[in-house]
Each structure stands twice: as structure tokens, then as C-alpha cells.
């Protein structure tokens, strides 16, 4: 099976991942300042930020899903890969989760790591830090930075983050949408891939 192949049946289960993006943002609900929840998720954050460059995947195309699968809530989908050293290949290992929305006839694409630090960005309903409405926004459980749902921060002068969330090149395709993946250096105001 190609790594294509082997991707789109992964992100196929969307009941399973909807279910782990419910118990995160039950998480949110339960403490939005939990600084806590830092440790499970900068270990998610190590496995994303994979040296990509070292095994040629920098930047390499990946298709994931449909347009018609896609609406404008963000949608977690998991990128995976072999892996090469010396000695072996590893098949099918997890290299990065993105988030995926549409936008018209359009998908936006943003990589789940924060710039800030490298926690796992989250993505759910809560109220907006600035106009106290209870919308879909992304919120990073470590240090608490909120981002709008197209990725710019929503209070630049307070975040910790110095940049807004990392977008990632996509492409459309006769319905299929393909997403070009990328690690960037973290707690730099310029995103710098890596
Ligand atoms: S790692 Fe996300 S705000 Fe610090």
C-alpha cells in the first residue's frame, strides 16, 4: 500500500478522532489554563517534530481526504511515513498531525504544533478571549495562547507565541486534497522550516 493509501484509510476514521478531540476539549472546559497538560503533549510534540529534513520527508506532498469531506470546522488528520536509519525502515510511523478546513472551494491547512514551544494546538468550542462569544477557535493547552480559525493569534500582544499558527501549502486535485508537510522552527517570529 502506498503512503497515500496508507494515509487517507487512517484519516478515514474521523469517529475515532472526533471522539479524542471531545476528551480534549472536555480538557479545555475542565481548566483552559492547565499548564499540567504540558507534559503528554510536548511528548506528542518530540514525535511531530521528527527531523524531517534528515529522512527526505521535508516538504513532501501528502493526500489526505476529500474537499466534500471537509466543512469549515477544523479537522485533526494524522501524517504517516517510513522511516529510514542506517539498519531499517520503519513502516507507517506517525510524522505529524495537521488541521484541515474549507474555506468556499478552498482548504486551509495548518500544522498542530505551536510555535511557541511545540505543544499540541487544540481545536474546539470555547469563549473568545476578546468578544466573550462561544465560537470554534484553536487554544494550546500549555501556556494558553488562543488563535483564531484561520491561525492568526488572537491577542498578539499578550501570546506566547511569537507568530500565528504555521499554515502548510495545499492543493486540490479532482476532489482530493493533498497537503504539503512541514516542521518550523519553533519561538521565532519568522516560520523558518526545519
Ligand atoms: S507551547 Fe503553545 S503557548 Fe507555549
Not at 496508507?6 to 478522532?17: D, I, R, V, Y
Not at 497538560?37 to 513532501?60: D, H, I, N, T, W
Not at 478571549?129 to 493569534?153: A, I, K, M, W, Y
Request: aromatic share 6%.
Amino acid at each position: 500500500m502506498s503512503t497515500n493509501e496508507l494515509n487517507k484509510a487512517q484519516n478515514s476514521g474521523a469517529t475515532g478522532e472526533a471522539t479524542r478531540r471531545n476528551f480534549c476539549l472536555g480538557a479545555i472546559g475542565a481548566g483552559m489554563g492547565a499548564a499540567a497538560l504540558a507534559v503528554p503533549v510536548c511528548a506528542g510534540a518530540k514525535m511531530a517534530l521528527y527531523p524531517l529534513q534528515q529522512e527526505g520527508l521535508s516538504g513532501k506532498e501528502y493526500e489526505l481526504t476529500t474537499l466534500d469531506a471537509l466543512d469549515e470546522t477544523p479537522r485533526q488528520f494524522v501524517i504517516s511515513d517510513n522511516l529510514n536509519d542506517a539498519w531499517a525502515t520503519e513502516a507507517n510511523q506517525t510524522i505529524g498531525v495537521v488541521y484541515l478546513r474549507r474555506v468556499g472551494e478552498a482548504v486551509e491547512a495548518f500544522q498542530s504544533i505551536c510555535p511557541h514551544a511545540g505543544c499540541r494546538i487544540k481545536a474546539g468550542k470555547m469563549k473568545h478571549p476578546t468578544s466573550g462569544e462561544e465560537q470554534t477557535l484553536f487554544f494550546c493547552p500549555c501556556h494558553g495562547d488562543v488563535f483564531e480559525l484561520n491561525g492568526e493569534r488572537v491577542n498578539p500582544e499578550t501570546t506566547k507565541s511569537a507568530r500565528s499558527m504555521d499554515s502548510l501549502e495545499t492543493r486540490i486535485e479532482d476532489g482530493k486534497v493533498f497537503v504539503k508537510f512541514q516542521n518550523f522552527q519553533l519561538g521565532t517570529a519568522e516560520k523558518k522550516p526545519v
